[in-house]
Every structure is written in C-alpha cells, then in structure tokens.
C-alpha cells in the first residue's frame, strides 16, 4: 500500500513550481498522511517561504483541496508539512547553508523534477541544470553520507529520433546509443559560451549590433543607443548557445537540447550515484490532467497549445508530421502517479527504469487527434476581431519542409514590406501597419519555432514499451488503483482531448469564443482609463506632431515671409524647400545639431516684431495644425489636476501662446543682445536624452513621482522620455515606434488635424503690410 | 434680367408644383441639387426679387446722419470737441455672403469720421462688435472699414474688436427688472456717443440687439440665449413675438435709462445675392426662366465641382462677394431707426404664404453667419436649418407641429481647428450625451463658457467663444420642440446621427421617411433660399 509506505515519509522536491512538481505536491498532501515535503526552491533563503505561497500553493491545482478540507485546515496542512529550503542546483551542494543540509539529511526519498524544459534553451545553461543539476545532488547526497531512494524524472525522448521499439532500458544498453561523456560534453558547452561571448565583442558584429540598434531606434540618442545595443549583443550571444545545443543535440541524434542533456544526465547519475537507489520515471509529452485536482488542469503553456491555437486562429494551416504516427502525450495526473508508487516501492541496487507513456499500450494518430481539433473548432469556432467565427482548415500533412518554406516565404515578404515601410515618411494610423507587421511577424516566427520543434517530436515514431510501468501497476492494490491511477491504457482520448483539453486550451489561450463584444472595456480604453487616472502626478507633452503638425522649419519659413514682398517669399519657400532632403538627413543623423544650425537662421531677427507675428502664427499655423483631440487631452489632464508640463525644442516665443495649456513650458531659447537674436541657443534644447534629463530634474525640483506619470511623444527620439515614466503614451507613431509601443503594450493615440482645417500648401505668412 | 425688369422687380412667389414644373434647385453646401418635388402637393416659395439700390449712397448716408428719426438731434449737434465717440459696427456675421467693396460699413464710418472731424472730435474709438463671435482679420477689417480708416486708427490701436472677456474692459451697466444684468464694453459705456453701423440683413438683427448683444458679454447674453427664451421666441425673426428681442428690449431700457447715449445707423441691402449677370445670375432666377447659357453653365458647375476637393470647393465658394446695394438707411434714436428699418426689410423679403404643410424642404447653402471664410460644422448646418431658415416667418411655421423638415447639404464632419475649436468638443462630449437643449444647459454650459482656453483662444487668437456652439443648438430649441423628425440629404451619416437627425441619400428617400412620421402623401412646401425670403404664414 502506498499510504502506507510513505506515511510520515520526509520527502525532498526539486522543480516543485513547475507544471509537474506542483501536481505532485499536491497529490502528496492530498492523499499521504503526515508527509512532510522537503521543497528545494530557488530563491533567497527568506523568501523560499514566500515563494511556495505565491508559485506553488495559490496556483489553481489546490483550490480543490482547499475547499473540500477548508481554509483554516489547508493552511495548517501546508504550515505543517511543507519545509522551504532555498537552493540552488546549478551551485555546489546545492547551494544549501547548513541548516538546508541538515533537513536534506534526514530525508528518506529525493524526487528530482527540476529541468529547464525551454526548448530554446542555450547550451551551456541545459547542461547547467539538466546534466549538472543531478550530478550536483548525487554529490551533495554522497557528502552528507546518506543514501535515500533517488527518484529523477527524465523524458521518454532521450531514446533519440528514432523509429521503432524503446525499451525501458539505461542508454548505455540501447543499441541506438552514440557514446559520449558527458564530462566533456560539460566541459565543451562551457567552453562554448566563452567562445561565444568573445565572437560577440569583436568590432565587426559590435558595430552590427549598434547598426540594428540605430535602424530600430532611430535618433534616440547615445544612452538609449547603447543600451539597446548591449541587449542586441546578448540576445546574439543566447541564440547562437542555443543553436549550439541544438546542433550538438541533433548531431548524437536528439531532437533538441533538453532531450540530449536529460540523456547525458541519465547516464551521469548512474555513473556517479554509488550506493544511493536509484529510480527513472520517463514520462512522454505531459499535457493537462486527466482527472486531478480536476480534470483539465494546466500549468502555463505547453507544446502543443500555441499549435492548437493558432490552428484555431487560422494562422496555421498546416502541419508537420505524419497522419498515421503515433503522437505520444500523457496527462500530468498520471505521470505524478506514477512517480509517487515508484517512490513507494522498495529499493534494489539495480536502477529501475518507468516509461510513463501511452504510445504503445494505448496509441493515439495524429490524423485521429487533428480530426478531434478540426471538428472542435467547427463546433467551437474562435472569433475574430470583427465578431466573425474563423474555419478552421483541414490539414493536409505536407511534410514539415513545405510547412517551413511557407512560412519562411510568408515571413520573408512580410520582411520586406516592413523594410520599405520603414522607409516612408508615414506615421499614425499607416505607421501601425508596421507593428501589425511585426506582430504577424512574431506570430509566425513563433508557429515556425513549435512547428520545427513539435515536428521533430511527432516525427520521432519511436514506441516507447511501458512493461515496467505495468508490472508496477499489476502489483499494486485496488485501493492504490484509486487513489493513484496511473495506467495509460484507461485514457479514453475522444473524451480527453474533446471535453477536457482544448476547452481548457482555449480557456488559457485567451481567445474570443463567442460573437459577443468582448465583455471589458477594450486594452485602449483601459489604458486610457489609467493615463486619466487621478492617482497620476505629471503629464508631459511633446510638441511636434503630438499636438500640432508642424515643425521648426514651417515656423521659421512663416515668421520669415511674414514681412517679405510676395515674389521674395516665394524665393525664400522654394529655397527651403530645396533644402529639405539635407536638413531632414540632419534631422534624422541628431536632432540637436540639426536645431543648432536650423536656428542660426534666427540670428539679426528683431525680437519685437517676432513676438508680434508669432501670436499671428499662433492662429495661422499652429492652430490651423493642432490635433483637437490631443489639447482637449491636455485639457483633461490638467481638469483632473495633474499638472501638465510641454517640453519641446521648439523655441519659447513659438509656444508661448500655448501657455494656458500647460502649467509649465520648457523649451528651446535663443540668446540675443537687447533688440535682435543672435541665432545661438542659450542651453542644449530639451530634445533626445536631454528631455529625459530635463523631465526627471523637473521631477525632482517639484517632488513629482515620475512612475506615477504620462508622457506624450510621437518619435523614436522621445524614447529616453517615453521610457523614464510609468505610463507612456505613444502619438501618431513613426513606424518604428509604432511597433516598438504596441510589443510593450503602451498606449497608441492617433490625434488628427481638423478635418477642415484650412489646408496651406507652404508655410507662408499672411502678408503683414505694417 | 432686362433694365425695365431691375427697376420693377417682381414680389416673392408661391408656385404650386404640377407635372410640368421644372426640377428645382437646392442649394448643397459647396453645391446644388436639382430636385423634383410632387406634383399635387408640393409648392415652392420664391423670395422677392432684388429691390434696385439707391442711387447715391453717399449722398443718402449723409442726408440721413443729420435727419434723425425719433427723439434725436442730428448727428452733426451731437458731435462736440473734446468728447469721447465710439463707432461700433457690424462684425464679420453681417451680411451674407461678404459683400464687394466698398462695404456698406466703410461709406457710414467714413462718413460719420468726416462729420466728427468738421466738429473737432479726436478722441475716436472704432470697434468690431462681435459678442461672443471671433475676433475678426487685418484683411476682414480692411474689408469692412476700408483701408484708409483702418490704416488711421488700427496703427494706433484705435480701432480693435471687441473683447467680452477683457476683466478691465466690460462694465455691467445694471439689471433689468426681470433680473437681466446689462452689460458693455467699458470704453463705449464711458463714451459721451456712441455711434452704431449696422447692416440690417433679416428681421432679427439690429435695434438694440446691436448694442445690448453687439457690445456685451456672457454675463448678459445668457439672460435671453437659452433654451427657455428660443423656445418662446416664435420667431426670432419676428420681434412682435420674440422673447429673444423683448429681453434685448428690456436691456435696452436700461442702457438709455442709465444716460448712454445712442447714434444708431441702420441700413438695408438688396436681395441681388447672386448679381443679376455673372456666374452665379441662375442662383436667383427662377428655374424655367434659365436660358440656355443658365443650363449649360449650371451643368458645367456641377461637372466642375464634383472633382474638386472640399477644401478647394470652400476657397472658391468663400471668395464668392455679393453685388448687394444699398436699400435704405436710417438714422437716430434706436428705437424709431428700428421700426423703419424692419419695415424696409419686411418689403424685401416678406413672402405671403397660407397655411402650413406637413414638409418643409429647404437646401442649406454653404454660408451662414458663423463661418464666414471658414467651414460649416454640422452644429452650424443644424442652426442655419433649424435656427434660421425655420425661423424666417410670422405668424406660423411654413410647417405644421410635428412636421418634418428636410435639408440638403453635405454635413461633412468637419471643423475649423481656429475658429470653432469649443464646437469641435461640444459635437465630441455634449451632443454625444444629449440633444436636448436644456439638459446641456445645465450640465455643460457653465463650464464651456468659463473655460480657460477657449477664452485664451476668443481673445488672442480668431475663436468663437466657448460658450457659441450652445448659442447655435439654442437656436434650434423652438425647431426641435415643434418638428416631428428632421432629415439631412446627403450628409454624412455619422455627423447627422450625431445631431440627432435621420440621413437620407436621396430626396425621395428622405420623403418615404418622413411618411413614418407625417403620413403618406403629405403637403410639402419648399423654402426656396437664398436670396433670403420671410414667409408670413397665415
């Protein structure tokens, strides 16, 4: 009897907050009286406590436990039966001070589910905590001089792409097996990083990353450059680990390298384990649960649910594989059975090996699952914006190659359109097509990335043998049977996979499901809501296209005809214009030195008659090309009582009849000796990573919480001052913040000109005659 | 239109419709529609032709400054060295379209400086009497004083408009016993004279609505612009029956009682909107009377602006200035002036017309008083329509209560940033919540006519006040109280739902909607205008 054996059991967990810890945790509460659960978690010491609050126990696989026993006596079950220790796999002993040795000694069973299960894992760190990880605990096991039963759960897959029979045997007895050791497979994945990171600070792919940095930010200064830059770099340096380890992984015949270190990782402890018992629970692809806590549960996203989704969406229309394979899942509920009775048997030498699995005993095709699917969202259909139920496709199985040339040929011209959009001079409503663009370009990438690797695991066909687990099923009693079911062959896959997987897929995945409008207030308008929220301190504006459409250059053009003879305003407009292409290539290049040379157009203009016709231009100009909705903003922020702040290189004398808007104005000025400019500026304009240092010395001077503020700005070059506030709004965005703005969720307004505002071709003033 | 035909113009017209009635014409905002009405049961009003102008004005204004109507000496006896005089006029609202220079104002001002300088008056303020309107342009000055008065006294700052917004400048004069303050602009409350120009259009302006509304402020004007006094204002064309003018009255008193002193000059154009040749001679010619060249270049027009952009349509339209002449004008005490003058109006524009129908259609031009050089928002369609054109009868309205009316224009969704930015928010955040004019009175009033930007902006820059787009929906109040349904034909959609009316793509669409409403088969009777027409409904 399980109970029985394990009953006041000390019984240590690595990988409890993952999907399979957490349902183990809680099987074991829920049915092993006075357990008590040694749970090794990564964090701080303090907070490890904290942690299985927050992680393990709030997660929704123990409200049914909760509710049937009762708060008070569920809060005293986990008080009292579950020890935190904070440690650390990938350090030596396990990262543990003493006192974690100590309740780690008195431990009679070790169940390792730790692993880093990302599939786009790089090399160096898969072999960190799925080789090393194990390697560390055996040792530090050793240390202590204590021998408790070693429960490790590895994968099915470690049997390698293959096709055929995979017994229930240790590696080194498969005939399939390609000799490695996996010292040197440690010692190479490190060397490999250090390799790597070396490549990644040579000059040539510096100066590529700053360049990418450039062409995605656009101007938006040194500080914001660099930064980007260094992240580039280190994304750089990630993905060639993790084509490392998938390489290396696909080299000994893996389909990745989670599967390739779990493998090594097999063979180290077998090695390296002495006298310490040893059992291997290898579980196929775990997906929601069967019937515990409750049928359908789920932690995070697996596998196969971006693909299901996505199929749902429609944005997948095909898929890998082959119809006739065998696709190979496993609810979580079982695998946690599973390795609980294995925990519970008694102990040989011999290391035993269970193969959790329904490919042989109880098969599923790919072609019957997909049919589910397909009938499912017939049934079930997931809506589109436009309240329209998406038909979903019939797969066709084209073999993964064609799946992935269309969608890299798909990603391919989405590329290019993006580059050339890129290009324009658009903004607003055309510019979000550029971040529509990434985002479809995301999706995609992200269906290549499952297709690939979901394609490589369905095309495994290997038949993973379950004897062992069997025999251990038969072995047990009716009572066991109940209370800890295991066995695949009871699976019945049209109900599991119709009534309890993909609705809770869909549930998870988000997604409409009926033709209703959705029943919250759009992301916009919750958005909205909180940028017009009374809590806010400070809402800080920029000028150029955020409020009005206009620029430097049709100021300066207006206040300089202003006063000219008709065929010499025509001379000066026609001059400027031929000046644009070179003055915008300035502007783009660094925007204060374009204003500083721009302003030195201002030197000798007498500074009463400029104050004179700029309240004019106020009218003609600015006005005429305000965005009615972006002052009317201003205006609600400054009714709500924050306090509204402009910050702009434009200078002070073309802003200062915006004065009534603003509670502060902070702009460019030029210096002057009494009646004219001298066409210098007194300080650096307030533009680029100036704004944000002006803005976060504004805050402070007035002891203004700057998380607790909004900024308004249009151009990659706001972005020091879009990203020093809490709640960054993004107006009539340029392309490239436009898609920068929707990946970080910030809210996006497309203010417009009047409609009807009268349309001046040039920027000319209306001719003052005295 | 023959010499013998200018000297003897014929009266306005009801035609009743039968089968061999010509299309008629509707004026379409930047454009026109040619529409067929039902025979049977629809007439169309025509207004009077053009009255011929006086012959010299010059001579008549000068003629009339010193043979005062009523209670008053002539202008020449009330000029005195050393006193302070200020000329108010008509701002930019008066008359419709802009007329061709020289503007009646500029002759009267020129005139009047000409007598104060014989009689040694220097000190001389000149100022736009605008309200609540937008300030007005160098060039919109220049036009309606002429250059020579503004380049004497702008300079100098002796000639401005109006500011009922400036704390220092506006003085309330005292309370009428209904409890109406009365209020002016100090400087023309502190002048020994004050000498009003005005350009009497309809029925509704002038009298001491030039000087209690002209030169006045918030403070007074919501005492007769709201929705109680609209409503009981039946019409407001028609001062017997207008509680608007009966309020403007009241506070007249007061400013006489209080010892201001009035020169008021009043004087009325012609109906000759469009020219009797030109271009635009078809627009006030009766449709079977279009000669050959009529139709070919009304075809031409239609051609032309279908692919024009709006904004192009709006430029040509706006430089359009009407050949107006001068009919009449009168000079003295208020009062008096303002008898003769309405009479001199009522005999140009008063049309007899019997009964009321069921329909009333009328095509909504592309001008009203509020967007002069500018563009005409949906809430202005709605007051030119509902406010106005509903507005011009006594008597009776030309449709029965709860009757529907049809209008033809674009209602393009459109705003100038400048000049209406309050309307912009008053269509997004008040039409959107409510309709109905005293609601909005009470809830958003207030707070668009204290707001400080919109008042930064009615100042300094060329804004209506906030307060202006209420005023317009005001003047809707007695339409909206007395129609059934109002229907726009061929407006956008979107803007005329955010009035609160139906849009109809075609006449006869509006017409089978309208039936929901008044029944099959109703009486249908078309405002045909401009050039303006007043029907007296009896």
């Not at chain 1, 000694?105 to 072999?127: K, N, W």
């Not at chain 1, 207006?558 to 292409?581: G, I």
């Not at chain 1, 004219?676 to 803005?695: D, K, N």
């Not at chain 2, 017209?13 to 089968?19: G, K, S, T, Y």
Request: glycine share 6%; hydrophobic share 40%.
């Amino acid at each position: 009897m399980i109970k029985q054996h394990l009953a006041g059991k000390r019984i240590a967990i690595t990988g409890s907050t993952g999907f399979l810890g957490t349902a183990l945790v809680e099987l074991l509460l829920r049915e092993i009286p006075d357990v008590e659960l040694v749970l090794l978690i990564r964090s701080a010491r303090r907070s490890a406590a904290r942690r299985i609050q927050r992680d393990i126990l709030h997660n929704d696989a123990f409200s049914t436990l909760r509710s049937t026993i009762g708060k008070e006596k569920f809060d005293s079950l986990t008080e009292n039966q579950i020890v935190p220790v904070a440690a650390d796999i990938s350090k030596d002993d396990l990262g543990l001070d003493s006192d974690g040795l100590a309740i780690l000694q008195t431990c009679d069973i070790v169940i390792h589910s730790a692993a880093a299960v990302s599939f786009d894992e790089p090399l160096d760190r898969a072999v960190e905590v799925n080789l090393m990880g194990p390697v560390r605990l055996v040792e530090t096991l050793k240390n202590l001089d204590i021998t408790p039963h070693l429960v490790m759960v590895s994968t099915c897959y470690v049997a390698g792409s293959r096709k055929g029979d995979a017994p229930e045997l240790a590696l080194s007895d498969s005939p399939f097996y390609v000799p490695v050791d996996w010292n040197d497979e440690t010692n190479a994945a490190r060397r490999t990083r250090s390799y790597v990171e070396d490549a990644s600070r040579r000059p040539n792919n510096l100066k590529g990353f700053r360049e990418s940095a450039i062409s995605e930010l656009g101007a938006a200064g040194t500080p914001a450059i660099a930064s980007k830059t260094e992240t580039l770099r280190q994304r750089w340096v990630k993905d060639q680990m993790v084509d490392a380890g998938r390489n290396r992984a696909s080299s000994l015949g893996f389909p990745d390298a989670y599967t390739f270190t779990k493998a090594m990782a097999e063979q180290a402890v077998e090695e390296t384990r002495d006298r310490i018992p040893l059992t291997i629970v290898r579980p196929s692809i775990i997906e929601s649960s069967l019937q515990h806590p409750f049928s359908g549960w789920i932690r995070g996203f697996r596998m196969a649910e971006p693909i299901i989704l996505n199929f749902g969406r429609g944005t997948l229309k095909e898929f890998p594989g082959i119809p006739e394979g065998i696709m190979d899942i496993i609810p979580v509920d079982l695998v946690a059975s599973a390795i609980v009775a294995a925990a519970a048997q008694e102990t040989s030498e011999e290391t035993t090996i269970y193969q959790v699995a329904s490919g042989s005993c109880n098969p599923i095709r790919i072609s019957t699952i997909t049919d589910y699917v397909h009938n499912f969202f017939g049934e079930n259909p997931i809506y589109d914006e436009k309240n329209q139920p998406i038909a979903p496709a019939k797969w066709k199985f084209p073999g993964r190659g064609r799946v992935v040339s269309q969608l890299n040929r798909a990603n391919y011209l989405l590329n290019y359109a993006e580059q050339i959009l890129h290009k324009l001079p658009i903004r607003g409503r055309s510019a979000m097509l550029v971040a529509d663009i990434q985002e479809r370009k995301e999706e995609i990438d992200k269906a290549m990335e499952y297709v690939t690797l979901y394609g490589k695991y369905v095309e495994c066909e290997a038949l993973y043998s379950v004897s062992n687990l069997i025999t251990l099923w038969d072995s047990l009693s009716e009572e066991d049977h109940r209370t800890f079911p295991f066995d695949p062959r009871a699976i019945d896959w049209f109900d599991y996979i119709y009534n309890t997987h993909l609705p809770t897929v869909i549930a998870k995945g988000r997604v409409k499901t009926s033709p209703a409008k959705s029943t919250g207030a759009s992301r916009t308008t919750r958005l909205r809501t909180q940028v017009l929220d009374p809590k806010r301190e400070l809402a800080v504006f920029d000028l150029e296209n955020t409020l009005i459409a206009s620029n430097v250059v049709s100021s300066w053009t207006y206040l300089a005809t202003k006063r000219l003879p008709a065929a010499e305003r025509f001379k000066l407009v026609s001059r400027t214009l031929a000046q644009a292409p070179s003055l915008l290539a300035l502007d783009r290049k660094d925007r204060t030195d374009f204003l500083r040379s721009f302003y030195r157009r201002y030197a000798n203009a007498p500074i009463e008659q400029i104050d004179k016709d700029a309240f004019e231009m106020f009218s003609e100009l600015i006005l005429a090309k305000s965005f009615p909705a972006a002052l009317l903003r201003v205006r609600e922020h400054k009714a709500i009582g924050h306090r509204t702040l402009l910050i702009t290189g434009a200078l002070d004398f073309v802003v200062k009849p915006l004065q009534p808007l603003f509670d502060d104005i902070i702009s460019a000025t030029l210096s002057h000796n009494g009646n004219s400019y001298t066409g210098q500026m007194q300080q650096v304009p307030p533009i680029g990573e100036t704004r944000a240092a002006v803005l976060r010395r504004y805050a402070k001077t007035h002891s203004y919480d700057l998380t607790e503020s909004i900024a308004y700005a249009d151009s990659t070059s706001d972005l020091p001052m879009l990203e020093a506030v809490g709640f960054p709004v993004a107006v009539n965005p340029e392309p490239k913040l436009a898609a920068l703005a929707r990946r970080r969720g910030w809210l996006i307004e497309n203010f417009q000109a009047a409609s009807g505002s009268p349309s001046k071709m040039l920027p000319i003033g209306s001719r003052k005659r005295n | 239109m023959g010499n013998e035909q200018r000297r003897n113009p014929r009266p306005g017209l009801v035609l009743d419709v039968d089968r061999s009635t010509p299309p008629v014409l509707f004026h379409h905002g930047e454009g026109f529609r040619l529409e067929k009405l039902p025979a049977g049961r629809s007439r169309i009003l025509y207004p009077p032709e053009a009255q011929p102008g006086l012959k010299n004005p010059d001579q008549r204004i000068r003629e009339a400054l010193e043979n005062p109507l009523g209670d008053s000496e002539p202008l020449s006896a009330l000029l005195k060295s050393g006193m302070k005089l200020t000329i108010a006029f008509d701002d930019i609202s008066l008359p419709l379209p802009p007329m061709r220079a020289p503007d009646i104002r500029q002759r009267v001002i020129e005139a009047v400086l000409d007598t104060a300088a014989s009689n040694g008056v220097d000190d001389i303020h000149i100022i736009a009497a605008l309200a609540l309107h937008r300030r007005m342009t160098e060039s919109e000055l220049r036009h309606a004083v002429g250059d020579r008065v503004f380049d004497a006294f702008a300079p100098s700052g002796n000639l401005y408009n109006h500011d009922a917004e400036d704390p220092d400048g506006m003085v309330v004069i005292g309370a009428t016993p209904h409890g109406e303050e009365v209020q002016m602009n100090r400087r023309a409350a502190e002048s020994d004279l004050i000498v009003y120009v005005n350009i009497n259009l309809v029925a509704m302006d002038g009298g001491w609505k030039s000087t209690a509304t002209g030169l006045s402020g918030y403070t007074a004007l919501r005492h007769h612009h709201n929705p109680q006094t609209m409503v009981q204002s039946r019409s407001f064309m028609d001062q017997e029956n207008s509680e608007l003018h009966k309020s403007n009255w009241r506070q007249g008193k007061i400013l006489k009682d209080s010892g201001i002193q009035i020169f008021q000059i009043e004087t009325t154009v012609n109906n000759n909107t469009f020219g009797h040749d030109g271009p635009l001679a078809m627009l006030q010619k009766r449709e079977w009377e279009w000669t050959l060249g009529d139709r070919s270049a009304f075809i031409g027009y239609q051609t032309g602006l279908r692919r024009m952009s709006a904004s192009a349509k709006r430029k040509i339209f706006n430089g359009w200035q009407s050949p107006y002449e001068m009919t009449s004008i009168q000079a003295g005490e208020v009062e008096a002036v303002h008898r003769q003058t309405t009479e001199n109006v009522y005999k140009e524009q008063l049309v007899d017309v019997q009964g009321q129908t069921d329909i009333l259609t009328m095509g909504l031009p592309y001008i009203c008083p509020y967007n002069v050089n500018s563009v005409m928002n949906p809430v202005l369609v709605a007051c030119l329509g509902l406010g106005y054109f509903f507005n011009m009868y006594r008597g009776k309205p030309l449709v029965r209560k709860g009757g529907v009316v049809i209008m033809t224009h674009p209602t393009p969704w459109d705003f100038h940033p400048v000049h209406h930015p309050s309307y912009i928010d008053f269509f997004e955040r008040v039409l959107s919540q409510t309709k109905d004019p005293v609601e909005m009175s009470q809830r958003y009033e207030k707070a668009f006519a204290e707001d400080e930007w919109y008042r930064h902006l009615y100042r300094t820059s060329y804004a209506y006040h906030g307060v202006h787009p209420f005023y317009m929906w005001y003047w809707c109040a007695h339409a909206l109280d007395h129609l059934g349904q109002v229907v726009i034909v061929g407006g956008d959609p979107k803007a005329v739902r955010r009035l609160g009316f139906r849009p109809a793509t075609t006449l006869q669409d509006a017409f089978e909607i309208a039936s929901d409403v008044v029944g099959p088969q109703p009486t249908i009777t078309h405002y045909h205008s401009p050039p303006i027409l007043m029907a007296n409904v009896q």
